[in-house]
């Protein structure tokens, strides 16, 4: 296919590259997309519980949808798509992840530097002190949890809506993606923002972006190269035009 060497080129040539990803390279995992019926848990719209007046209504009930969602993810593994993502840094290009996914599965499949902008599902904050630690445990031994130091709720240590994103995380974000030559937009309707305005730093700065998605997105028109496959087929077609291990 025409484009996969292209693309394979430009990765070849590229200095630095983002990667810029979504729930989508999480889908071949196992993991359900937020737009589409899979993001739906009981009768809940994401939108819904995912937001600090649905946790200060109900702490409980946000805590049992994470609860679900932690053992929904726990067992399961990378895929081709985040293989190929850290396979990435063995062409010697400076590689940084960004991801919007609370997944933790990048980290799994291998990737080293990973700005996780809308945080990690295995991360708890305390509510009263904002301290940050790392929680396993599947499942949770008490809904909703409280911290161990001070005794208040703890929160899970992602973003909600309407809520800002870890500024320090972001920066790095934004700072990496105007500074890339190649970015790959993989697995993302790219509507939330600020996230999704990341491509145009890229773009704007001279360097060249790759969509992989199977249906198209608002990006799709400005991006140099659109690839309409799943995250984990371009995954393989780009690591064996590559001749990368995954
Ligand atoms: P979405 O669920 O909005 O979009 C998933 C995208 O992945 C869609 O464009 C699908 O076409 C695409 N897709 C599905 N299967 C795929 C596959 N196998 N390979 C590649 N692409 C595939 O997820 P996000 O864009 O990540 O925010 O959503 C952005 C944010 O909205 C999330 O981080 C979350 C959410 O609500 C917060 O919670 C703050």
């Known amino acids: 296919m025409r484009e996969i060497k292209e693309i ?15 729930a989508g390279i999480s889908a071949e995992s ?8 899979e993001g739906l848990w009981k009768r809940y719209r994401p939108e819904e519980l995912a937001t600090p007046q649905a946790f200060a209504r109900d702490p409980k009930l946000v805590w049992e949808w994470y609860n ?23 062409l010697g290009a400076q590689v940084t992840v960004v ?8 980290k799994k499949a291998g990737s080293t530097v990973i700005e996780e902008v809308h945080g990690n599902i295995w991360q ?17 031994p008490e809904i909703p949890p409280h911290c161990p130091e001070c005794g208040a709720l703890l ?33 993302t309707s790219a ?9 145009e730093n890229t773009l704007a700065a001279g360097g060249r972006v790759v969509e992989i998605n199977p249906d198209p997105t608002p990006l799709s028109g400005t991006v140099t ?9 371009a995954g393989r077609a780009l690591a064996e035009e590559l001749g990368l291990n995954i």
């Open 8 to 22: 394979a080129k430009a990765i070849r040539e590229a200095e630095r590259i983002v990667v810029f990803t979504g």
């Open 30 to 37: 196992g993991v359900p997309t937020f737009r589409g019926k």
């Open 68 to 90: 679900w969602r932690r053992e929904l993810i726990a067992p399961l593994q990378p895929n081709p798509g985040h293989r190929f993502v850290a396979a990435l840094e063995t």
């Open 99 to 106: 991801t919007q996914n609370i997944d933790g599965l990048h």
């Open 124 to 140: 708890v904050r305390c509510t009263k002190e904002g301290t940050i630690t790392e929680n396993t445990q599947v499942p949770l």
């Open 155 to 187: 929160r899970p240590n992602v973003v909600w809506f309407g809520e800002a994103l870890p500024q320090d995380v972001w920066m790095r974000a934004l700072d990496a993606a105007s500074k890339a030559d190649l970015m790959l937009v993989i697995g």
């Open 191 to 199: 509507v939330v923002y600020p996230a999704a305005g990341l491509p």
């Open 225 to 233: 190269w659109s690839l309409r496959m799943k995250a984990g087929e």
